[in-house]
C-alpha cells in the first residue's frame, strides 16, 4: 500500500501528456496497463486524464475518482504454454472527470502545453458523424464533435503552433479508424464554420492513426473477486481481468517511440507503415477460425469456443483448416502467421 501511494502521488505531480476517451475495461487492461508498464521501468514520466464517452459511463468514472484512479489488474491465461497469474495496481490517472458534468474543466485539458496523445475506445458507433448543434457551455455528446471543438480550443491557446497539435490513436475495432475520425473532425469544424486556419492546422499538425489492438480483456472476475478480496485485504470495484497476450500495431514510423517508448518497454507493438497486413491476418486467422466453428459447433451443441478446441473431431478440424489451409493463402511470411 506505501509503495502504490508513493506512485499515486509520482503520477499526480506529472504533466498531463495523454487525453483517454473511455473509462471501460478494454483501455485499462490494454493501454493503461502498457502506460503503467513503461513508467514502472523508468521509460515514461506523463499521465493521463481520462473521461468517458457518454453519460452512461458516469458510474465507473465515478468509481475512478473514489479510488484516486487505482485498479488492480490481474493478467491469468497461458504464456508459454504455462499458466500464470499477475496480479498489479495501475495508477496512471492524474485527472479523473466527467465531461458532461465538468465540461468547463475538459475543454480546460485543451491548452495542457505537455498534451501529446488522444487514446479512444469509443465503439465502432463512437467514431461516426452525427449533426449536432454547437451551444455555448452545453457539452458535446460524439466524441468527434468533442475533439473537434477541443482542437479548436488548443489552436487558440497556442496560437497555432504547428508544434502543438496532437496524435489521435484510436483503438475501436474499426478498419482505417484513425482515417475515419479526421473525417469527422473535419465534417464537425464545416458544420460549425471554424476558419480555414483552424481547418488547415488540423489537417497539417494533428496525426490520426490508423491501429488495431489485439488483446482478451475479460473485465470483472464475478466468481473469484470475493477471494481474492478476502486474501489481499481490499476491495475494488474496478478490478479487471486480461489475458496475456496483447498487440497492437500502429501505422506510423518507429521514431514515434520517442513519444510513446512501448517497444522500449518490451511490449508486443509493431509500427508499420501498412497496417492491411496485420488486419488480414487477424480476421482470416482468428476471425475465420472462429466463423468456422460457430455453425457447426452450435448444430452440435457446442457453446463455447474451450469446447471446440477440446473436442475429440472439432479441435482437430479447426487446427487443420487454420494451419494447412487459411495460413499458407495468406499472402505473408510464415514466421508472422
Same mark, same amino acid.
Given at each position: 500500500?506505501?509503495?502504490?501511494?508513493?506512485?499515486? +502521488?509520482?503520477?499526480?505531480?506529472?504533466?498531463? &501528456?495523454?487525453?483517454?476517451?473511455? /473509462?471501460?475495461?478494454?483501455?485499462?487492461?490494454?493501454?493503461?496497463?502498457?502506460?503503467?508498464?513503461?513508467?514502472?521501468?523508468?521509460?515514461? %514520466? $506523463?499521465?493521463?486524464?481520462?473521461?468517458?464517452?457518454? !453519460?452512461?459511463?458516469?458510474?465507473?468514472? =465515478?468509481?475512478?475518482?473514489?479510488?484516486?484512479?487505482?485498479?488492480?489488474?490481474?493478467?491469468?491465461?497461458?504464456?508459454?504454454?504455462? !499458466?500464470?497469474?499477475?496480479?498489479?495496481?495501475?495508477?496512471?490517472?492524474?485527472?479523473?472527470?466527467?465531461?458532461?458534468?465538468?465540461?468547463?474543466?475538459?475543454?480546460?485539458?485543451?491548452?495542457?502545453?505537455?498534451?501529446?496523445?488522444?487514446?479512444?475506445? &469509443?465503439? /465502432?458507433?463512437?467514431?461516426?458523424?452525427?449533426? +449536432?448543434?454547437?451551444?455555448?457551455?452545453?457539452? #458535446?455528446?460524439?466524441?468527434? $464533435?468533442?475533439?473537434?471543438?477541443?482542437?479548436?480550443?488548443?489552436?487558440?491557446?497556442?496560437? $497555432?503552433?504547428?508544434?502543438? $497539435?496532437?496524435?489521435?490513436?484510436?483503438?475501436?475495432?474499426? +478498419?482505417?479508424?484513425?482515417?475515419?475520425?479526421? %473525417?469527422?473532425?473535419?465534417?464537425?469544424?464545416?458544420?460549425?464554420?471554424?476558419? !480555414?486556419?483552424?481547418?488547415?492546422? #488540423?489537417? +497539417?499538425?494533428?496525426?490520426?492513426?490508423?491501429?488495431?489492438? =489485439?488483446? #482478451?480483456?475479460?473485465?470483472?472476475?464475478?466468481?473469484?473477486?470475493? &477471494?481474492?478480496?478476502?486474501?489481499?485485504?481490499?476491495?475494488?470495484?474496478?478490478?479487471?481481468?486480461?489475458? !496475456?497476450?496483447?498487440?497492437?500495431? *500502429?501505422?506510423?514510423?518507429?521514431?514515434?517511440?520517442?513519444?510513446?517508448?512501448?517497444?522500449?518497454?518490451?511490449?508486443?507493438?509493431?509500427?508499420? =507503415? =501498412?497496417?492491411?497486413?496485420?488486419?488480414?491476418?487477424?480476421?482470416? #486467422?482468428?476471425?475465420?477460425?472462429?466463423?468456422?466453428?460457430?455453425?457447426?459447433? *452450435?448444430?452440435?451443441?457446442?457453446?463455447?469456443?474451450?469446447?471446440?478446441?477440446?473436442?475429440?473431431?472439432?479441435?482437430?478440424?479447426?487446427?487443420?483448416?487454420?494451419?494447412?489451409?487459411?495460413?499458407?493463402?495468406?499472402?505473408?511470411?510464415?514466421? /508472422?502467421?
Amino acid at each position: 500500500a506505501e509503495k502504490d501511494a508513493g506512485k499515486l +502521488e509520482e503520477v499526480r505531480r506529472s504533466p498531463v &501528456t495523454v487525453l483517454q476517451i473511455g /473509462e471501460g475495461n478494454f483501455l485499462r487492461g490494454f493501454f493503461d496497463w502498457m502506460i503503467h508498464v513503461c513508467r514502472d521501468k523508468g521509460l515514461y %514520466e $506523463g499521465s493521463i486524464a481520462v473521461t468517458q464517452p457518454r !453519460p452512461a459511463g458516469k458510474i465507473k468514472i =465515478d468509481a475512478l475518482a473514489r479510488q484516486d484512479g487505482l485498479y488492480t489488474l490481474v493478467t491469468r491465461g497461458l504464456e508459454d504454454g504455462r !499458466p500464470v497469474e499477475r496480479k498489479e495496481t495501475i495508477g496512471v490517472f492524474s485527472v479523473v472527470l466527467n465531461p458532461y458534468e465538468e465540461w468547463p474543466a475538459f475543454l480546460a485539458l485543451a491548452e495542457e502545453a505537455a498534451l501529446q496523445a488522444v487514446v479512444s475506445n &469509443t465503439t /465502432e458507433a463512437g467514431i461516426g458523424y452525427r449533426p +449536432e448543434e454547437l451551444v455555448d457551455g452545453c457539452p #458535446i455528446q460524439s466524441f468527434p $464533435g468533442k475533439m473537434a471543438l477541443f482542437l479548436y480550443r488548443r489552436y487558440h491557446a497556442f496560437a $497555432g503552433d504547428p508544434r502543438k $497539435g496532437l496524435v489521435f490513436l484510436p483503438c475501436e475495432l474499426l +478498419e482505417r479508424g484513425g482515417d475515419k475520425l479526421l %473525417e469527422a473532425v473535419l465534417q464537425y469544424c464545416r458544420d460549425w464554420g471554424f476558419p !480555414p486556419e483552424v481547418v488547415s492546422w #488540423i489537417r +497539417e499538425h494533428n496525426r490520426f492513426l490508423n491501429t488495431l489492438v =489485439d488483446r #482478451i480483456v475479460t473485465g470483472y472476475p464475478a466468481e473469484q473477486a470475493e &477471494t481474492w478480496f478476502a486474501e489481499w485485504g481490499y476491495r475494488d470495484e474496478l478490478l479487471n481481468t486480461a489475458e !496475456p497476450y496483447c498487440f497492437w500495431a *500502429i501505422e506510423a514510423e518507429p521514431a514515434m517511440e520517442q513519444m510513446l517508448p512501448l517497444r522500449q518497454a518490451g511490449l508486443n507493438v509493431v509500427w508499420t =507503415d =501498412d497496417l492491411r497486413p496485420f488486419q488480414l491476418r487477424k480476421v482470416r #486467422i482468428l476471425n475465420g477460425a472462429h466463423t468456422l466453428m460457430a455453425p457447426l459447433g *452450435i448444430l452440435h451443441g457446442i457453446e463455447h469456443v474451450r469446447e471446440a478446441m477440446e473436442h475429440p473431431s472439432f479441435g482437430t478440424f479447426v487446427r487443420e483448416a487454420a494451419l494447412e489451409e487459411i495460413v499458407p493463402a495468406l499472402p505473408l511470411p510464415g514466421d /508472422e502467421m
